[in-house]
Each structure stands twice: as C-alpha cells, then as structure tokens.
C-alpha cells in the first residue's frame, strides 16, 4: 500500500518552485499594508463575482415567491413607519433647537454595488465599486438598507474594502435602544455576534434591538445592528453572554451605502455666501453677536433666519 | 484540457465557498469547499497541481482581505505541496485512506490558522477546536465522501494507477 520513497524531494523543480512561492506569500503577508492590488482586485473580482450572483440568484430563486409577499407586507408596514417617523423628526428638530442641542447630522449616502466577497472563515469583507474617486475614505461607515454591516478599511481609485461585523477585527461600540445599556459588538467566528462587555445582571431582554452608541468616531449614532435573540448568565462570568442576530444578511448582500460627512441642514456656519441673511437680523442682534464667535444661525420651517447665542456669554 | 478545467473548477469552487458555503452550513459551521478541493487536485494529480492550485485558491481567498493577505496563499500552498507528495506515496485504492488524511489536514490547518490569528486565551483556542473546528472537520468529510465521487466521475479528472 505505501511506496518506500522520500516525502521531499530537494532537488526536484517543484520544491524550489514551493520554496519561491511559500517566500512570496511571507513577503505577501508581512507587506500587506503596503501592496497595491488595485487592478488585480479587479480583475478576481471580475471573474468572481459574475460567479458568485449566479449561484445566490440560483438558490434565492427557490424561496423568491415566500420572500416576495413578505417584502410586500414590511413595505406596507415600513410606509406607515416613515410617516410616523417624519413627525417624530420635526417634533425632535423643534425640540432640540429649543433646548440649544446641536441638531442631528442627517447622513449623505454613496450607494455601492458588491463586486467582490471574501470568503474567509475569520474574517469576512466585502470589494464595493467605490473608491476615492467617489469621496469613499478609510473608517467610513457602510450600511445596507437593513443596517450596519461594517466599515472601510482601504481604499484604491475605483474599489474599497470593507471590513464587515463578520470579522474577528472588527468591534462595535452599541447600546440597548430600549435600556440604554452599552457594550461592545464582537464576532466569534459563529453564526451570530455577541454583544460583549456588559456586566451580570443588566437589563437586556431577547428582542431588544441595539444601535450604534457613537463612541470612538467611526460609526455615526443610531444605526441599527441587530436583535437580541439569546441572552445567557453564569454566576461564574463577570459578563452576560448576549447573542445577537444582525440585521443585513452576508449572503443575500448586494448593494451598500457609504456614509461619508453628515450635511446639516439647520446649523449654518458664517460664509460669504450667508452675508446676506445674516445682514437680515436686526442690527442691536447682530452688534451683541460681533464681539464674539459663540453664536450659530439656525433656520425655522419658514425660512427665517435666527440667531441662537451660546448660555455662558456676558453681555 | 486537464489543466484548462482545473482552473475552471478552482474558480467555481472559490465562488462556492463564498456563496454557497454559508447556506448550508450547520449550526454556524461551513464546510470547507476550497480545502476540499486543492486536496482532491493534490492527491490525485501530484505536487506539481498540488503547489500551483493551492498558491491560487489561497490568493483568490486572501485578494479580497487585506489584513491577512497571504494567509491562505501560503497555507494553501503548503498543504498542496504535501499532499502532493502523498500521492506518490499511497495508492487511491481505499478512500478511508483519502478521507481520514483529509481530515487530519484539516484539522492541522484550522489549528494553524488559529495560531497565526492568535486572538483567543487557551481556554477559547481549545473551545474553538472542539466547538467548530471538530464538527467543521466532520462535516466537511461528508462533503469531501460526496464530492469526491462526483469529482471522479469526470473523464478528464480520472487518473491511471
């Protein structure tokens, strides 16, 4: 059954071949942050992805018909939820200039096609059709219409990489919508994340849905990441085991949206171009704000212009 | 021709891994398609397939990661390389053979890979063995008993002891 001959042969083609293509790989390995595969991404992405949506389209196909009547009915509900949400956003718009907060960022979006998936088992990234000639730049936010899947890790001139929540690398910080409670979103190499970091005892329940908290700079606050579906304690553990199902699908993934700089609408910084609307207000407003740079201009609904001073001024 | 369809196959067999790998995975584990495969062309066709698909695959696995590109590269060649070697050393006569190989290969890989990750105490190294890497290993030698034989069903594919 075994042939008595040597595993390694060293003075074969192939061994030298091995050893030049092992020491590529090692240089591959220890250089990676400075290799520029741009065009080579490309091109396996290419040959790829064509691949890849044929196999997910094939598969999908099966439970198109399911998943279609359950699309229309979250469309119905979503219509009602945005109705709902457009009044609440006026209201809190109000509220916010009222109480002298900053206004909210409303979010500019650069909509991205997937040309490309990594299929590690530790780490899992996404190729998107943008780079930086789309404004797309490093540790930039991308979510699917369901939620957060990650951020970008590098940029070339036409494609980025992105490092999805499927990734042993990457870390979320996130609260409870409902307790407010923070942690961290890690993953494990499971089917699920795990919502990590939050001591025994605090109030997590199955269902509840986490956001983004805003900590650290990267990820804008209150972008959804996903459910609660299992919640564990152990007397022995300092920290609960929270398992969490996300809400965009890695699989089912086709197209993103970069978050780049938010636009805001109601904070308006002074400009050449804001010269005249601010030449508007009357004049003992305007000499009371010119000694000093503590002031910001907001708009109303009807376009008035007005001045708002910061509490702390001595005038 | 041979060649040409190998190819063709370590490119759908990439595809697969991504697409298709994680739609039947089992309680969160994937079967590892891509290993399946640079261990069917290495043990069938030698050293020589052995190196050159298993450099590729781990390429085409790795171009799409930049924090461990060359990673899969150079365990993939590695194993391609010795399993290649193997080939001349068994005959492809009992598939026990073929398949309890397999799995000792892929269970040296997940360890190796985890190693060179190194991001766990010992206590979640070992967790991660016997959690995923145990049933990853049983679940892809079903696969690999599957493919096999549909594999050796392919005229070009067939080799001559």
Known sequence: ?315 | MRLILIIILMIIFVALQISLAPIISVIGIEPNLILIFIFFVAFSFGQTYGIWIGFFSGFLCDIFNSTHFGLNMGLFLIIGFIIGSLKERFYKENIFIEIIIFAITLLLYEIIYMLLLWQFSIGVFFFNILRYSIPNICYSTIICLILFSLLRKVPVLVTRH
């Open chain 1, 1 to 315: 059954m075994v042939k008595k001959q040597r595993i390694i042969n060293m003075s074969s083609l192939n061994f030298w071949g091995f050893i030049l293509l092992l020491l590529l790989s090692i240089f591959s390995y220890s250089a990676k942050e400075n290799l520029k595969l741009g065009i080579v991404k490309n091109i396996s992405a290419a040959m790829l992805f064509p691949l890849e949506k044929t196999i997910n389209f094939t598969v999908n196909t099966f439970s198109l018909h399911k998943k279609n009547s359950e699309l229309r009915k979250e469309i119905a509900l979503i219509s009602l939820e945005i109705q709902r949400c457009e009044n609440i956003k006026r209201e809190n718009k109000i509220l916010r200039e009222l109480y002298g907060f900053k206004p909210m960022m409303d979010f500019n979006l650069i909509p991205c096609e997937i040309i490309g998936k990594n299929p590690g088992l530790y780490n899992k990234s996404l190729i998107i059709d943008g780079g930086f000639e789309d404004n797309i730049d490093k540790n930039m936010a991308v979510i699917s219409a369901d939620g957060l899947v990650g951020k970008i890790i590098e940029t070339t001139q036409k494609s980025s990489e992105v490092l999805t929540l499927y990734n042993i690398n990457s870390f979320v910080s996130a609260i409870d919508l409902r307790s407010r409670v923070p942690g961290i979103i890690k993953w494990k190499r499971e089917r699920f994340l795990i919502f990590d970091d939050v001591p025994l005892h605090s109030d997590i329940k199955v269902g509840d849905t986490l956001l983004t908290s805003g900590m650290g700079g990267v990820f804008p606050k209150g972008i959804f990441i996903g459910k609660v579906i299992k919640v564990q304690e152990s007397p022995k553990e300092i920290v609960m085991r929270i398992t969490i199902q996300p809400f965009f699908d890695f699989n089912l993934l086709e197209e993103v949206f970069v978050i780049t700089e938010g636009t805001n609408t109601s904070l308006i910084s002074l400009s050449k171009t804001d010269t005249v609307r601010v030449s508007m207000i009357n004049l003992d407003m305007f000499k009371k704000i010119k000694e000093t740079q503590n002031f910001y201009i907001s708009f109303s609904e009807n376009k008035k212009p007005k001045i708002n001073l910061l509490k702390n001024i001595n005038h």
